[in-house]
Each structure stands twice: as C-alpha cells, then as structure tokens.
C-alpha cells in the first residue's frame, strides 16, 4: 500500500496563471530558503564532516515530491514508492536505510529527514536534507568498513520512521538510534541542525504561500518544473544522438583483493527522450563497494552534469525526468539485493560521473570533459588520547578536477557542489595530528591544451596511537584524458614510520594501527588532460612552470616545451621537439585512458604501484548462497 495522506483540507489546487515578476519573486524567494536551510546547519552541526566540508544535501519540493530548488533532489520519489503508512500535519520522517527507501539514500552514514509542510491543515510542499554522520555504529569507526558482507555489519539502520508524530519528538526512538553510534552528541547535534534547516524551509514556504496565495505558490512550483523540462527537452534534441554511445569504466578493486569491477553504459535518444542501460555491468561485489543507484537519483545525476557543462543558466530541478529512462539490471554492482553491503559506494558514486561524462560527450566531442571526479576519497583516524578520551575524525580528500572545454582544472579541488575542505587550524585543534604538509603535487595532472588539475598531497603527522582507515581509488585505472589529453596521475598512500621505514598502504584499508610520529602521505589522483598538450600555449607552460604545477622535465616530456634556466621558453629547440614529439605520436585519441586492456594493465600494476594486482573478482552473493543452500 502506498503512503496515505491524513489531511483535513481537501481543497485541491487550482493551477492558474503566475505573473512573471511573480515567478521571479517565488523562484528567488525559494532559492534564498534553499540557501539559509545551510546556513542554518552549519552554524548548529557538530561534526566536521558536515559543519566545515558541507557533506549535506538540502531540498525543497511540490506536494508531488519532485524538487524545485535544492543541490541533490530524488530523496522523496523513493520514499513515497516505499513507504505504506500515513502522513500528518506535524510528522517529521527520518530513515538511513537505503533498502528502505528505494535508494533515496545510498549507504546508512546518510540519515534523511523529510518534513511535509502544511498550510491551513493542507499539504503545500515538502522539505528534506541529509548529512553524512561520522558514525553510525557498526564494525569500525566511521561505520564504512571495507570488508562487510552485509548491511548488518555497517551500522544501525533506521526504517522510515515517524520521528515528530503530530508534532511530538519521539524522544525513546531517538535515544535508541543514538545508543548505537560511537560519537552520540554529534549525531544529536547534526540530526537537531537537519530538523532545525528543514523547519527554516517550512516556514518559508508558508510565507510565500501566505504572501501570493495557495494557487500562486503550488502553480509557481509547477511552472519552475516545467520551464526546467522545456529547457532541457531542447539540451537532449541537441545534445544526445541517436546513435547508441557506449562507455566503461572501472572501479579498481572491493577491498579484498579483487577487481577490478565494470560499470558499463549506453545511452540514445529517441525522439525528446534520452535512454540509458547498465547492461552488462558487473554483479555485485561480496564487499562493501555497492552502490543502490536509484533511477531517480541517477537522472538528478545526469542532469546536472548536462546543465554545468551545456547550459548553466538553466534552472536545475525535478521537471524533466520524464524526458528519462534508466534501466539498471538488479543484481549489479549499482542495484545490489539486499542485504549486500553498501557503506563504501563513494567509489561508484563518483565513478557514475566519469561515465556520464564519456557518455555525453562522445557526441558532442566539443563538449567532452576528462575523468577526474572519479571518487570522494575518505580518511579516519580514532582512538583514545592521553587523557583517555575517544577522538575519531572523518574528512572528505580532493582531487584533480578535469580539463575541460572552457579552461585548465581546478587544482586539489572537489567537484561535489558546495563542498569545501577542513580547516588545517580545525584540525589540529580539534584532533591529535599535525599537517605537516599540504600541497598539490606538479605534473600530476594530465597534460593537454587545457591541463587537468594536479592531486593533492595532505601529510598527517600523527600525535597520538590510533587506527586510520584510507578509502580511495584510481590507484590501478586512471582519470582518462580526452580529444588528446593525456590521463592524470593515479593515487597512493605512504605511511612513513617513526623509524623512518616507509609503507605502501593498500588503497582501501581498515584498522591500521599509527604511532605517535608516524606520518602519512594522502596522496589522490590527478584529472585527465583535454585536448592536445602539444598546442598548449607556451606561455602558459611557462607560468606553470613558474608556479610550481608543472616541472621543467614535465614540460618537456609531456608539452614539448624546452624552459631555459632563468625560467623562459627557448622557442626554436621547442618547435623543434614538439615536430618531432607529433610525428612520433601520430593521431591523438578521442579517450586515452593509459591502457588498452585490464590484462595489460594488471600486468603493469606491480611495477607501476608496488602494490599486488587485484584478482579476478568472485560474485557468490549473499543471494547465490542462500540459492545454493536451498538447492542443496
């Protein structure tokens, strides 16, 4: 049974015309709500994860659900598809499960709050934020360990649950949830500051409504979703082929040992409607690296990317997913049967932004950006301090973001909207480490006329004994280059002991014990270079020369740009080197992703990283043994 509405206003909506100034005045007063629901958050959360790196993601939408304004919208379709209780003024709904919310939210760390807003005893509208918790329970700190084999072993999971009923907190179920999470007055803080921000939103929907009148405000939400579905109707016709485009990519491996793991799409158009297909994906892993990608979500997905590359000045929101349709075979990698593990899909998650963007630009080669999102690295560091008190950090790493058609990659920077880092200062006055060293790292971007951003390098200095866990990728793939740019640097992670030997760390970790002294390199990846980096101005080589970015064997090697001692171009020797360096190489390739087959590339993987090549992946589900079990 679906979700029942409980109201005592059943006066329907009237759609009627909005003036534009009207419009203008809604869509702005919407957008300004949408932004001090962060305001509100950052200034009451506790943990860093969300009060300095922003790891939170606010909405506001129509009685349907679809989101008119927000950052990353979808959460209330798959609530609404699963949930099959009622819905009352002063209920506020919370879950983390995302089994039990088609995906609204994709692993348990994620706690989701929806609050349905009423006028008059009359549904107007919906709220909603999530924000990633330090810690929810489960195995090891953090609650995102590597090597589970189910959802049980993550953390404590939260059906829909009426949190607010009628207007009354349910003080005893909050109680319950946060006796099972290792830093409870964070995550009492954090959930106060979510339900604090979604109440800010509902007050500023009923002022509007209450300013221009219930039609104007619910016909002014609906003219903002159709405006966005117009616009993008027009993108898709001149954007997508009809022609099926195919791309893969890989995640690099699950942890165990194996990899690495397929994530393979095609998409085309058929008449306004843009398809994709995940056929041919590979099953889910038997570790955490699952990730439940909602058809919902992954069209939010798309969208925006559309959006940030082809048109910003489009209003992103829900109107347009019914120019969609997403098909992701169950049992994959990104659609895994429960009760598969999922705490550590951040690996997918970034990857899908990758393949959206080989996808996309396959047909509009112009417009084709470089791998480069490619994941959202994690590092965690707890353990007891000197005076016996628990300390436990979660911190969100960037990378090099990609070459684009426009210009150069941001350097050290995150692609996740509105992200941002923490503090050095925060850090250290807040955890037992130092940051010895923070810098991006020269020649780790992929070359090309517009050069990919080069990684970032943090160095923990640690101060006290403790556990760190690493979570990260393209330590084996690489961020691919495109229209003749090369592929950035891969990732690596060197833990330098007190005695001075150094540790290769593996690229997804739990549970490795640090001494006070010992220092960690978190080095991540570099973003793929666009176009050909033999054409790169040479001025401009210069200055990054000069800036440290690129190193002066890097500018010969990789750009074909000879630098003279005190720092300029020596341009005969350089027309020279780059006419030969071109015959050499002859045609650039559309994709360049450093290798032609995973066999090759496994191969080279020991001598390249010092690392031992994942193995072939195994996919004895939790679901195949129970089969196997029962079929004896």
Same mark, same amino acid.
């Given at each position: ?8 206003n059943?006066?329907p909506?009237?759609r009627?015309d909005v003036?534009?100034?009207?419009l203008?005045i809604?869509?702005?007063a ?20 969300i ?19 927000g ?13 099959n209780g ?9 879950t983390?499960d995302?089994?039990?919310c ?23 509208a919906w709220?909603?934020?999530f924000g990633?918790?330090?810690?929810v329970?489960?195995?090891v700190?953090?609650s ?35 006796y099972?999470?290792?830093?409870p007055?964070w995550?009492?803080?954090?959930f106060?500051?979510?339900?604090a921000?979604?109440?800010?939103a509902e007050k500023?929907c ?11 405000f ?5 003219e903002?979703?159709?405006r966005?579905k117009?616009a993008m109707?027009?993108l898709?016709?001149n954007?997508?082929?009809?022609e ?9 491996d ?9 994530i393979?799409?095609?998409?085309w158009?058929?008449?306004?409607k ?9 099953p889910q892993?038997?570790?955490s690296?699952?990730?439940?990608l909602?058809?919902?979500?992954f ?11 082809f ?6 929101n829900?109107?347009?997913y ?19 593990a999922?705490?550590?899909?951040t690996?997918?998650l970034g990857?899908?932004?990758d393949?959206l963007?080989?996808?996309l630009?396959?047909?509009?080669p112009?417009f084709l950006?470089?791998?480069g999102?490619s994941d959202?690295?994690?590092f965690?560091?707890?353990g ?8 436990q950090l979660y911190?969100i790493?960037?990378?090099?973001v ?7 990659g941001?350097d050290g920077h995150?692609l996740?909207?509105s992200?941002?880092n923490?503090p050095?200062?925060?850090l250290?006055s807040?955890?037992?480490? #130092?940051? *010895?060293?923070? +810098?991006? =790292?020269?020649d @780790?971007?992929?070359?090309g &006329?517009h050069?990919g951003?080069n990684a970032l ?5 640690f101060l006290?004994?403790g556990?760190i ?11 691919w ?10 990732s690596?992670?060197i833990l330098v #002991?007190t *005695?001075?030997? +150094?540790? =290769?760390?593996? @690229?997804?970790c739990?549970? &490795?014990?640090?001494?006070?002294g ?7 990846w ?13 001025d401009?080589?210069?200055f ?9 064997d890097?500018?010969r090697?990789?750009y074909?740009?000879v630098?003279? +001692?005190d720092g ?8 020279a ?7 050499d190489?002859g045609d650039?390739?559309?994709?360049d992703?450093?290798?032609e087959?995973?066999?090759e590339?496994?191969?080279?993987c ?7 090549a994942?193995?072939q ?5 939790w ?7 029962v079929?004896g």
């Amino acid at each position: 049974m679906p979700a029942k509405l409980i109201q005592a206003n059943e006066t329907p909506f009237n759609r009627v015309d909005v003036d534009p100034i009207a419009l203008d005045i809604i869509e702005n007063a919407l957008k300004n709500a949408r932004y001090e629901m962060d305001t509100v958050l950052f200034r009451t959360a506790m943990s860093p994860g969300i009060r300095e790196q922003h790891d939170e993601f606010p909405m506001i939408a129509n009685v349907e659900g679809k989101m008119v304004v927000g950052q990353f919208g979808s959460f209330i379709h798959g609530f609404k598809e699963a949930f099959n209780g009622t819905i009352e003024e002063g209920d506020v709904f919370l879950t983390n499960d995302p089994y039990a919310c088609n995906g609204a939210v994709s692993h348990i760390n994620d706690w989701l709050v929806l609050v349905p807003v009423f006028k008059d005893h009359r549904l107007i509208a919906w709220a909603a934020m999530f924000g990633h918790m330090t810690d929810v329970g489960g195995k090891v700190p953090g609650s995102l360990p590597t090597d589970a084999r189910q959802i049980y072993e993550e953390g404590i999971r939260v059906p829909v649950t009426k949190i607010f009923k009628k207007g009354e907190l349910q003080e005893e179920i909050l109680e319950l949830v946060l006796y099972n999470c290792r830093l409870p007055h964070w995550n009492r803080s954090d959930f106060n500051a979510i339900i604090a921000a979604c109440r800010t939103a509902e007050k500023r929907c009923v002022e509007i409504a209450e300013r221009f009148g219930d039609d104007i405000f619910y016909s002014a939400m609906d003219e903002l979703l159709e405006r966005n579905k117009r616009a993008m109707a027009q993108l898709i016709k001149n954007t997508v082929p009809e022609e099926k485009q195919y791309f893969e990519d890989y995640i690099c491996d699950d942890g165990l040992g194996m990899g690495p793991y397929r994530i393979k799409c095609a998409m085309w158009r058929e008449g306004d409607k843009v398809k994709f297909d995940f056929e041919g994906t590979d099953p889910q892993s038997i570790s955490s690296i699952n990730f439940y990608l909602n058809e919902e979500m992954f069209k939010m997905f798309c969208g925006v990317y559309m959006i940030m590359v082809f048109d910003p000045q489009i209003m992103f929101n829900d109107g347009f997913y019914d120019l969609m349709e997403v098909n992701i075979p169950a049992g994959t990698l990104l659609k895994p049967m429960e009760p598969a593990a999922l705490s550590c899909r951040t690996h997918a998650l970034g990857r899908i932004f990758d393949v959206l963007g080989g996808l996309l630009g396959q047909g509009s080669p112009d417009f084709l950006c470089a791998a480069g999102f490619s994941d959202s690295p994690h590092f965690m560091y707890s353990g007891y301090d000197k005076n016996g008190e628990w300390y436990q950090l979660y911190q969100i790493g960037f990378g090099g973001v990609p070459g684009k058609p426009s210009g150069d990659g941001p350097d050290g920077h995150s692609l996740w909207p509105s992200f941002t880092n923490v503090p050095n200062e925060f850090l250290e006055s807040y955890f037992p480490l #130092r940051i *010895d060293v923070y +810098e991006t =790292l020269p020649d @780790s971007g992929g070359a090309g &006329l517009h050069r990919g951003g080069n990684a970032l390098r943090i160095g923990y200095r640690f101060l006290e004994p403790g556990e760190i866990s690493i979570h990260d990728d393209r330590w084996l793939t690489y961020p691919w280059g495109v229209n003749g740019g090369h592929p950035g640097q891969r990732s690596q992670k060197i833990l330098v #002991r007190t *005695d001075g030997t +150094e540790e =290769l760390c593996e @690229s997804k970790c739990d549970r &490795l014990h640090v001494n006070a002294g010992d220092l960690l390199y978190f080095d991540t990846w570099g973003g793929g270079g666009w176009g050909d980096p033999l054409v790169r101005p040479t001025d401009k080589v210069a200055f990054d020369v000069d800036a440290g970015l690129v190193t002066v064997d890097g500018a010969r090697n990789n750009y074909g740009v000879v630098i003279n +001692e005190d720092g300029t171009v020596d341009e005969d020797a350089t027309t020279a080197l780059r006419a030969q360096m071109s015959s050499d190489r002859g045609d650039t390739k559309l994709f360049d992703k450093g290798f032609e087959s995973v066999d090759e590339l496994k191969a080279r993987c020991e001598a390249d990283t010092g690392l031992k090549a994942p193995q072939q992946p195994r996919f004895e589900t939790w679901v195949d043994v129970q089969r196997q079990r029962v079929a004896g």
